[in-house]
């Protein structure tokens, strides 16, 4: 054989060698991952939950030799975190944490599928500071689907040295991510399950109160309606009793002018049965004169909405009498009016009364107008509420223009008004003798201030209580006047006599030409300094005896 042939030969001879090696290799691998496999459903058989992904990724990290191992679970309005389940960590379990996916080897895991580095993932990945801090060289990374096919989850295997055999790793950790993938549907569905039922609760809780409350409102408005239908008809009877037993004529006409209610007052009044008289027609039961004037009121009523109050006489049999009456519309839950309620009541006596004090006022009031003094009353508001027609000429205004003014304020001066005040509060306190008698002038309308010399008492009320002022006053002013010009004079004669008092002193005068020294030392004729000192004045002429020396 040459040599060709014989490296030939031993070519095939070698090829037929690797042939035989091929299934022993492949059956060992398959061996190895059966045996893999195997070692995860006894373990993970017992344990549902995050107990079962603890274990898976435990069982991961062991199958690959890897350091780390962990099942997370996409986040996020926008899927864009990571919240870890299960993290294992050289020989142990860590605590679980959340990452963002951007700019890590876990975002093309969950964008694409199954991501392999076998070595240098940091250099690849350097935003990503977690594989720095944990010195990870080599990746494995599997997304975890849906039933839609979206990504719920990530399975991930990461090593600190590089990943020499990709073979074994692919298969394994795909069979891994379809036990986690079932897991994690079955996680969420619980979740899911449990948060649905945690809402229906709460929704069948609050349902319970709402409907608790309710049955407790509905029981309170039962009772509150029970208790109000029986205050309604305790009310009625209550109204019906007093509607009976009062002295008013109380009536309800219907808009057809038919008479619905009537108490017993007023029918025993229009002499007609009280019952046979419900439903008929107003002009078959009132009289006459006083029908047309109801039906006019009541109609007005009708028409306006609003009560109606009117005081009237009228004319009937055996002679009149005088009603009070008012009309109120009734409406019925949509405010449309339905009927009149009337009350009449019999004020003739009143009406006399007030005629009788009418009469009386006149009379009083003739009096005060022809008294020759002036007479106010001045209320506990210092307002006046009665001048007579004397008052009135003094002041210089109309009745009309002084009644209902304030009597400090305008009628008496500035000066004086405190103490004008003053003695009106003495007064309204009860202390008349006090100021029993007072004088003070009064303003006019021209300006002029006439003087007054008052009397005065107080006016009461049924209790006792003060509440006005009465005052009758004086027109003093021509008084003062004289008495002032009186004063005057008598001043000025005091003046004169104190005066003529000085010329009866000691005068030193001059014995030759009779002068006389005044206080200044001048000599002045006798006669003028009298003049000047004294009232008195001189007429000159000559004494007998003198006339009969220039005679001579």
């Given at each position: 054989m040459t040599g060709d042939q014989i490296t030939k030969e031993a070519l095939i001879e070698e090829i037929q060698k690797l042939k035989a090696r091929i299934p022993d290799e492949f059956e060992a691998r398959r061996t190895r991952t059966d045996k893999i496999l195997r070692s995860l459903v006894e373990a993970t058989s017992r344990v549902t939950g995050i107990e079962f992904l603890r274990t898976l990724v435990r069982h991961l990290a062991i199958a690959l030799n890897f350091n780390y191992a962990l099942i997370g679970e996409v986040t996020g309005e926008q899927k864009d975190s990571v919240q870890t389940l299960a993290v294992w960590a050289k020989d142990k379990f860590a605590d679980n944490f959340t990452y963002k996916l951007d700019g890590t080897p876990c975002e093309k895991v969950v964008a694409k599928s199954l991501c392999i580095y076998v070595k240098d993932v940091q250099k690849q990945f350097p935003d990503d500071l977690l594989l720095v801090e944990m010195g990870i060289e080599s990746y494995l990374g599997v997304p975890l689907y849906d039933v839609s096919g979206s990504p719920i989850g990530i399975l991930v295997a990461l090593h600190n040295e590089p990943l020499t055999d990709t073979s074994d790793a692919r298969l394994v950790l795909s069979t891994f991510a379809i036990r986690a993938g079932i897991e994690l549907k079955r996680k969420r569905a619980e979740d899911d399950q449990k948060r649905l039922r945690?809402?229906?609760?709460?929704?069948?809780?609050?349902?319970?109160?709402?409907?608790?409350?309710?049955?407790?409102?509905?029981?309170?408005?039962?009772?509150?309606?029970?208790?109000?239908?029986?205050?309604?008809?305790e009310s009625e009877?209550?109204?019906?009793?007093?509607?009976?037993?009062?002295?008013?004529?109380?009536?309800?006409?219907?808009?057809?002018?038919?008479?619905?209610?009537i108490n017993a007052q007023a029918a025993f009044f229009l002499g007609c049965g009280k019952e046979e008289s419900i439903g008929r027609p107003l002009e078959m039961i009132f009289p006459r004169g006083l029908y047309s004037s109801i039906k006019k009121n009541i109609e007005l009523t009708l028409s306006s909405g609003s009560s109606y109050f009117r005081e009237q006489d009228f004319s009937i049999e055996g002679g009149s009498i005088w009603l009070g009456t008012r009309l109120n519309p009734i409406r019925n839950k949509d405010g449309e009016i339905t009927a009149v309620l009337g009350i009449s009541r019999d004020i003739t006596e009143r009406m006399q009364w007030a005629v009788a004090l009418e009469k009386e006022r006149d009379l009083a009031q003739k009096y005060l107008d022809v008294a020759g003094v002036m007479i106010v009353i001045i209320n506990s508001e210092q307002l006046v509420t009665l001048i007579n027609k004397k008052g009135c000429e003094i002041l210089g205004y109309s009745e009309e223009e002084i009644v209902g003014t304030n009597w400090f304020d305008k009628f008496i001066p500035k000066r004086m008004r405190d103490e004008v005040k003053k003695a009106f509060t003495d007064l309204l306190s009860g202390n008349a003798e006090r100021v029993k008698s007072f004088e003070n002038p009064v303003l006019t309308r021209s300006g002029e201030e006439r003087f007054i010399e008052w009397k005065n008492t107080y006016i009461t009320n049924e209790e006792g209580n003060v509440t006005a002022t009465l005052s009758s006053g004086m027109d003093i002013t021509e008084r003062k006047k004289t008495e002032e010009d009186r004063e005057k004079l008598i001043l000025d004669l005091k003046n004169a006599v104190s005066n003529i008092k000085t010329l009866s002193g000691l005068l030193p005068i001059c014995a030759s030409c009779k002068k006389i020294r005044d206080d200044k030392g001048y000599w002045k004729k006798i006669e003028v300094y009298i003049q000047e000192h004294s009232e008195a004045d001189f007429s000159h002429g000559i004494c007998p005896d003198c006339s009969k020396k220039l005679i001579l």
């Open positions: 945690i809402d229906l609760e709460r929704r069948i809780q609050e349902r319970t109160v709402e409907l608790t409350r309710a049955n407790e409102t509905l029981s309170e408005t039962l009772i509150e309606r029970q208790k109000a239908q029986e205050a309604l008809s009877e209550l109204y019906r009793t007093l509607a009976e037993s009062a002295d008013d004529f109380i009536y309800i006409i219907d808009r057809d002018l038919t008479l619905r209610y």
